[in-house]
């Protein structure tokens, strides 16, 4: 079992900037590949970005590429999701998950095992 708890969301002005992060718990975190998805109220889940064991490889959602950047310090079992440039569209419940690595970014829902409760990000034009 790997437990997720993500942190940082809040209330931003559009063009404003957060980071989330999302600790993880129990089996050994650099074994999993990382995601990000949020949702919006009335929407389906959506994929936003996704990061390998290694970082060395990282995928966006075309909606975010440019002013969103996922990392990782593995020392420290947690992924980040940098946000800047906010845009009111940006407002949602953003989650991590976590899935066995197989070296590339998986952007599907049913992809992942392991989801956190999430954390909302509302940005106010």
């Known amino acids: 079992q790997v437990q997720l708890v993500e942190s940082g969301g809040g209330l931003v002005q559009a063009g404003g900037s957060l980071r989330l992060s999302c600790v993880a718990s129990?089996?050994?975190?650099?074994?999993?590949?990382m995601g990000w998805f949020r949702q919006a109220p009335g929407k389906e889940r959506e994929f936003v970005a996704g990061?390998?064991?290694?970082?060395?490889?990282?995928g966006y959602a075309d909606s975010v590429k440019g002013r969103f950047t996922i990392s990782r310090d593995n020392a420290k079992n947690t992924v980040y999701l940098q946000m800047n440039s906010l845009k009111p569209e940006d407002t949602a419940v953003y989650s991590c998950?976590?899935?066995?690595?197989?070296?590339?970014?998986?952007?599907?829902?049913?992809?992942?095992?392991?989801w956190g409760q999430g954390t909302q990000v509302t940005v106010s034009s």
């Open positions: 129990g089996r050994t975190f650099s074994n999993y590949a």
């Open positions: 998950a976590a899935r066995p690595d197989i070296g590339v970014i998986i952007r599907t829902t049913p992809g992942y095992q392991y």
């Open positions: 990061i390998t064991w290694s970082g060395r490889t990282t």
